[in-house]
Every structure is written in structure tokens, then in C-alpha cells.
T-cell receptor, first 111, second 114 residues
Framework: QQPVQSPQAVILREGEDAVINCSSS?????VHWYRQKHGEAPVFLMI?????EQKGHDKISASFNEKKQQSSLYLTASQLSYSGTYFC????????????FGTGTKLQVIP | DAGVIQSPRHEVTEMGQEVTLRCKPI?????LFWYRQTMMRGLELLIY????????DSGMPEDRFSAKMPNASFSTLKIQPSEPRDSAVYFC????????????FGPGTRLTVT
């Protein structure tokens, strides 16, 4: 039931864009996105609930396609500070707060 | 706010020893989560509590692991006896369910079992 993330790793130059995908084999109630910098704890970015709403956080936005049971995280005009590992977490209907995290996408932004 | 507090930050122990990890959630948060993170398995939910009551412990690997939350400001995760495969970073996170979906993670405890 662990969501599948792709790609596993990506290297960007400053200013480039990236998309990270997260897919589930089960119907979803919500998708959570976190970023973890090396040696630190994960930090919440945003949550998307059923309804397909797209949300944004600075130049990072995300979408949620309920029918496809997928979410995508969009990073535009990447900055060095975006480097880290991005995790999606999925919550299923009736899951009562239980969030299952994917294996992560390691993003490195270079000058 | 002080954030989620975990202790110790690092623990090195020998196989067979008992290990106790501690967590103090953010004041006012009513849900608490214990996660384990390894390179191979990623971030795994072990157990979570709501209003001090364990709700789902299906992620606890085996009987060697136990967790308690005696009050709203303190939780422990115990491993007895410890094994080398328990080596990982253990995170505690808390959430205020009435206000937000966001989980606030503590700094983690890096456990090494030799």
C-alpha cells in the first residue's frame, strides 16, 4: 500500500523546473507532501484533499487526480534551497490520520 | 513553541540490550506518531496515538517493540531486546487534529545496535 514515487532522484540546475509524481493502487482520501533536508526531520509542505484542488507554497505547487489516484508536485524556477528528499504520504478513506509515505525522491539543485 | 522534543538524539547499544526512546509532543497537540526511517524501507509508521490512546499499531515490527503514552505530554518507544536490524532513525511527530493536517516532526533519534 506504499505509494510509488517517480523519479527516484533528479538533479537540476538553478532556475529549472521539476515534477515529482506519486501514485497509489488504492483510492485516496488525501495526499501529503513533505521535504526532508539531509540530517533533518521531514517538514510539511502541503496537503491535497479529495476534490482535485491544486495548491501552492511559494513556487512549489501540487495537484491531485482522484480518478487516477495520483498526485504531482511541481517545482518551478528551482532554488538551491529546494534540495532535499521529497516524500508523498497517502491517506485512505477511513484511515483515520494514518499516513503511508513513499520511498522519496531525492532532488539536488546545483548552481 | 519548543517543537517536538526527542531524547536521546543518538543511542549506541549492544545487541540484546533494552532501548527506550522518548518523545514530548508540542503542547496542545492530541495526536502522536512514531516513525522509523531506513535507507531500505524509507519512512515507516510504527504506531500512533490519539488523545493518549493507541489507534493503530499495525506497523510495529514485532513483540520486541512496545510504545506507551501515559499522558498528553510524554511517550516512549521501547525495544527489548534490541537487534542490529533495529538500527535506524526514529522520529516522533505530533499533530493538532482540530486545526490542521500537518504533522510536526521531532529531530529524531539515531539508534545504532552493534
Amino acid at each position: 500500500q506504499q505509494p510509488v514515487q517517480s523519479p527516484q532522484a533528479v538533479i537540476l540546475r538553478e532556475g529549472e523546473d521539476a515534477v515529482i509524481n506519486c501514485s497509489s493502487s488504492k483510492a485516496l482520501y488525501s495526499v501529503h507532501w513533505y521535504r526532508q533536508k539531509h540530517g533533518e526531520a521531514p517538514v510539511f509542505l502541503m496537503i491535497l484533499l479529495k476534490g482535485g484542488e491544486q495548491k501552492g507554497h511559494d513556487k512549489i505547487s501540487a495537484s491531485f487526480n482522484e480518478k487516477k489516484q495520483q498526485s504531482s508536485l511541481y517545482l518551478t524556477a528551482s532554488q538551491l534551497s529546494y534540495s532535499g528528499t521529497y516524500f508523498c504520504g497517502t491517506e485512505f478513506p477511513g484511515g483515520y490520520q494514518k499516513v503511508t509515505f513513499g520511498t522519496g525522491t531525492k532532488l539536488q539543485v546545483i548552481p | 513553541d519548543a517543537g517536538v522534543i526527542q531524547s536521546p538524539r543518538h543511542e549506541v547499544t549492544e545487541m540484546g540490550q533494552e532501548v527506550t526512546l522518548r518523545c514530548k509532543p508540542i503542547s496542545g497537540h492530541n495526536s502522536l506518531f512514531w516513525y522509523r526511517q531506513t535507507m531500505m524501507r524509507g519512512l515507516e509508521l510504527l504506531i500512533y496515538f490519539n488523545n493518549n490512546v493507541p489507534i493503530d499499531d499495525s506497523g510495529m515490527p514485532e513483540d520486541r517493540f512496545s510504545a506507551k503514552m501515559p499522558n498528553a505530554s510524554f511517550s516512549t518507544l521501547k525495544i527489548q531486546p534490541s537487534e542490529p536490524r533495529d538500527s535506524a532513525v526514529y522520529f516522533c511527530a505530533s499533530r493538532k487534529t482540530q486545526d490542521s493536517y500537518e504533522q510536526y516532526f521531532g529531530p529524531g533519534t539515531r539508534l545504532t545496535v552493534t
